[in-house]
């Protein structure tokens, strides 16, 4: 899988004292396990954000649950017909939202995809993934205008605007991301539901530390919207100083016999049967022991080579072409 480049922090680096996990155990009220969800699992208590959660409901003022300051929605399950990209509509899974440069891989057809309008996000809407990696939080900008949305985010939007810069900095404190975690489901994917998000406390701020964050997100979507501006502009100037690139070769359908493959190594990989190489085609008929002896050489050429380049009493050997 490729590693593209994300708007979050890298995670912190794995504990090597020992001992680096611990039994915990602690006391829990009946009351707890009879409201709500019903939760039944030990880890839903135990986990760090549990306790925050409680700490601040503990108040007997100074906070409200996070679904009287926000509306919490999600679309239903996509589906969708998936085409080329000269007739579909762009689409990006939760993951690629995340990314510093969005790329779609997909187009789905529009007309045939159910609640396409809902599956838009404007700039600046807060969203929240609720499966796989849960309760990771991001402001659209301008690469998801005009571009389905995956249903594994929700989607936040503020009640009072006033208060919708204080929503993202809640939703990206690691303290708030502990409680949602806290809240997921599930044994292998896990799963957060708008009725956990709704149900977070969030502390209560006046209106001038609402305008101040406010206005500090105002400024990372604009630093956002002007930095990908930035990077198409050089992109284009790029290309247009390089001008056209025509690839060296064209993509051709071939046919294998199945005793080639079975022969030899049993190399399954399209590259070493298509027969091109340096310029080279091989017909599909050829004999396969000529192509590992051109192999070979080209190996023994490239670590001879190595040698050269390393000097005397070096150890670096070419030990794999490809």
């Known amino acids: 899988m490729a590693l593209r480049a994300r708007l979050v922090a890298p995670p912190p680096p794995p504990k090597e004292v020992w001992p680096w996990h611990q039994v915990k155990c602690a006391g829990v009220l009946s009351s707890a396990l009879l409201k ?40 239903g399950r996509l589906k969708g017909i998936q085409v080329s990209r000269d007739f579909g509509t762009p689409f990006l899974a939760a993951t690629q939202v995340f990314d510093i440069r969005p790329a779609p891989r997909k187009w789905l057809a529009l ?22 990696s849960v309760g990771r939080a991001t402001l659209a900008y301008a690469p998801h205008q005009n571009t389905l949305i995956s249903h594994d985010l929700l989607r936040i939007e503020a009640l009072d605007r006033r208060q919708k810069g204080w929503l993202y900095a809640y939703l990206r404190s690691p303290q708030v991301h502990a409680m949602a975690t806290g809240a997921q489901y599930g044994h292998i994917i896990k799963h957060l539901e708008t009725s956990h998000l709704q149900a977070l406390p969030i502390p209560m701020v006046d209106d001038g530390t609402a305008d101040n964050f406010s206005a500090r997100v105002a400024r990372i979507l604009k630093l956002r919207n ?22 060296s070769e064209k993509e051709e359908g071939f046919v294998v016999r199945a005793a080639d493959m079975i022969l030899g190594r049993r190399r399954l990989e399209a590259w070493l049967e298509s027969g091109s190489r340096q310029g080279q085609r091989y017909s599909p ?20 080579g190595c040698d050269q380049h390393a000097g005397p009493g070096s150890n670096v050997r070419a030990r794999s072409i490809w």
């Open 111 to 132: 007309e045939r995809t159910d609640d396409a309008a809902g599956r838009f996000v404007t700039q600046g809407m807060i969203l929240v993934t609720c499966s796989g």
């Open 285 to 304: 008929g050829e004999n396969r022991k000529g192509r590992w002896n051109d192999y070979a050489a080209r190996a023994r050429s490239a670590e001879i």
């Open 36 to 75: 709500g969800d019903r939760r039944m699992e030990a880890e839903t208590y135990l986990s760090p954000g549990f306790g925050i959660g409680k700490a601040i409901e503990n108040k007997s003022s100074g906070w409200i649950r996070f679904g009287g300051l926000a509306k919490v929605w999600m679309p």
């Open 226 to 247: 002007d930095a990908h501006r930035l990077a198409a502009e050089a992109d284009s100037r790029f290309a247009e100083s390089i001008g056209s690139v025509e690839p």
